[in-house]
């Protein structure tokens, strides 16, 4: 479905961003990695859009450089009408209590010197005027919002879960009340058992505080549960982009049909035909001449080959970038 200007919270236009490699004895740029090659999209206020795709596709560093974790190469991040990429470094950090991100690895996210309380304390302190009892409060009401009992808030992040461990950082993505959070595979180093509990939690939070979410995940299952709208990423670029229920029912894009292929279901009744891909993901430096997909696909022909598809509307809010959709 499209959005109304009025429901767009986020606007992403031509993002890129490269990675410059060097090298000689005068440590010259003599290439680029295009990690994120002319990608965009709208998200609505209070949906979800999921990123997905294999690893090393850019949809992390798609995620990271929306919020300027990673400066952009080109493009523009309209986030609520203000261009985020255009920001100068005092306004960003205004604009970074709107905005927050949730990482992967809740071992490695966490700071181990420091006590729950004082790194849920830590964003109020930076980007608020709250009295000190007030923030204690405002970490205590959190730690319970996201089921924690509030004097876990005396303990260090290596005394929890890896489950525990990732409630703390949804808490702390959300002690200044953001209206957009990234979230980046914020479920696959849990135990599967664990993960059903914190992909419910995070539809939970977002039914009460309104969030809208960027949801990166490269396993479809979650995303089919959790998110709105689909965004398919390969090698750089967005691929397709439609509606969950309909990227599931119609993939046109044969990376998209290859990847719900391989999709485990335990439903009774005639096993599905696996897509096998042949060969690896092409080099990031020197990608494939026309479609970057074309060296793995059944279906290419000579267009293919020598002329680079465009991101085109097939039906209503359902956008593929394949000559042959």
């Known amino acids: 479905m499209g959005d109304s200007k009025e429901s767009v919270l986020l606007d992403v236009r031509n993002l890129k961003k490269y990675f410059p490699i060097r090298g000689g004895v005068l440590n010259r740029t003599v290439g680029h990695v295009k990690a994120v090659e002319d990608v965009s999209f709208t998200v ?22 929306l919020l300027r974790l990673l400066d952009p190469t080109g493009g523009s991040v309209l986030f609520g009408g203000t261009d985020l990429a255009a920001l100068k470094a005092e306004e960003l950090r205004v604009a970074r209590k709107d905005m927050q991100m949730i990482f992967q690895n809740p071992y490695g996210s966490l700071n181990p010197r420091m006590k729950i309380r004082k790194l849920l304390a830590e964003p109020l302190e930076t980007h608020t005027s709250m009295a000190s009892g007030e923030v204690r409060e405002a970490v205590r009401f959190m730690l319970e919002r996201v089921g924690l009992a509030p004097e876990y808030g005396e303990r260090y992040p290596h005394q929890f879960s890896g489950g525990q461990r990732q409630r703390v950082a949804i808490a702390r993505a959300l002690m200044c009340s953001p209206s957009l959070v990234v979230a980046d595979e914020p479920v696959s180093a849990l135990d599967v058992s664990i993960q059903s509990q914190i992909i419910n939690l995070l539809l939970k939070l977002q039914s009460e505080l309104e969030l809208t979410y960027i949801f990166i995940s490269h396993d479809m299952n979650v995303v089919r549960h959790i998110s709105d709208r689909i965004g398919v990423m390969y090698l750089g670029k967005i691929v397709e982009i439609a509606d969950t229920a309909e ?16 999709v485990p279901s335990i439903k009774r009744g005639k096993n599905k035909t696996r897509i096998i891909l042949e060969g690896d993901v092409p080099n990031p430096v020197h990608p494939p001449e026309g479609c970057h997909f074309h060296p793995r696909c059944r279906y290419a022909v000579e267009r ?22």
């Open 44 to 65: 609505g206020r209070t949906q979800t859009f999921a990123l997905v795709g294999e690893s090393g596709c850019g949809k992390s560093t798609t995620g990271r450089t």
């Open 247 to 262: 990227l599931f029912a119609k993939p046109l894009h044969p990376y998209t049909q290859a990847l719900l292929s391989a």
């Open 304 to 325: 293919c080959r020598t002329e680079v598809p465009a991101l085109r509307d097939l039906s209503a809010g359902h956008r593929a970038a394949c000559h042959l959709a």
